[in-house]
């Protein structure tokens, strides 16, 4: 089955730029998505077709996709950014999570 | 307003099946493109994919579950029916349901209910 591989943390300072990665056997060949997730929080969209922002979600939050690597990228980063993040892709038919990245901002 | 909110036992002993309906607004299921799908989360662990039912009512299963899973919908009442068989404490976990806007290979959920949490014990 395909897996989706991402870091399990990543720490940034406030104010500078996060990247968090999400690997995958020629991930860049499908779609990737993004999600959000604030403690006790339903998981929030934020990137979705590789690098479009839903309707409300901050300029700061990118992504890209390539190769065998999609890419979420918050760049100046802000406390309230602190959460888990997962990618998400489709792939024989099916939906898979990555398994998670918890970002740090201190 | 897109709204998804997820019903159902809170406690389901081994080897019970789960039933859980998840009772939508703001969107039809006869609308091309338009799915529905469950996803759950263990206590602090990560996201795991269920289902999901489209429009067409083609219905998609997590190969791993797939033989305990069925899902349903029933238009006219906007909801959703996601069963799980044989229920074991592993399953213990929130269960969510989630719109998506489009089919397939671009399939991402833009709406999310609050979610449940199912303890699976004796």
């Known amino acids: 089955s395909y897996e989706l591989t991402q870091p399990p943390s990543v720490s940034v300072s406030p104010g500078q730029t996060a990247s968090i990665t999400c690997s995958g056997d020629?991930?860049?060949?499908?779609?990737a998505c993004w999600y959000q997730q604030k403690p006790g929080q339903s998981p929030v969209l934020v990137i979705y077709?590789?690098?479009k922002r839903p309707s409300g979600i901050p300029e700061r939050f990118s992504g890209s996709n390539s190769g065998n690597t999609a890419t979420l990228t918050i760049s100046g980063t802000q406390a309230m950014d602190e959460a888990d993040y997962y990618c998400?892709?489709?792939?024989?038919?099916?939906?898979?999570f990555g398994g998670g990245t918890k970002l740090t901002v201190l | 307003q897109i709204t998804l909110k997820e019903s159902g036992p809170t406690l389901v002993k081994p080897t019970q099946t789960l039933t859980l309906t998840c009772t939508f607004s703001?969107?039809?299921?006869?609308?091309?493109?338009?799915?529905v799908g469950w996803i759950r989360q263990p206590p602090g662990k990560a996201l795991e994919w269920l289902a999901l039912?489209?429009?067409?009512?083609?219905?998609r299963y997590s190969p791993s579950l797939k033989s305990r899973l069925t899902i349903t919908k029933d238009t006219s009442k906007n909801q959703v029916v996601l069963t799980m068989t044989n229920m074991d404490p592993v399953d213990t976990a929130t269960y969510s349901c989630?719109?998506?806007?489009?089919?397939?290979?671009?399939?991402?959920?833009?709406?999310w209910g609050q979610g449940t949490l199912v303890t699976v014990s004796s």
């Open positions: 703001g969107f039809s299921l006869s609308t091309s493109g338009v799915g």
């Open positions: 998400q892709a489709w792939d024989s038919s099916t939906v898979v």
């Open positions: 020629k991930l860049g060949n499908k779609y």
């Open positions: 039912i489209y429009w067409n009512d083609d219905k």
């Open positions: 989630a719109h998506s806007p489009v089919a397939d290979t671009l399939s991402h959920f833009d709406y």
């Open positions: 077709r590789d690098s």
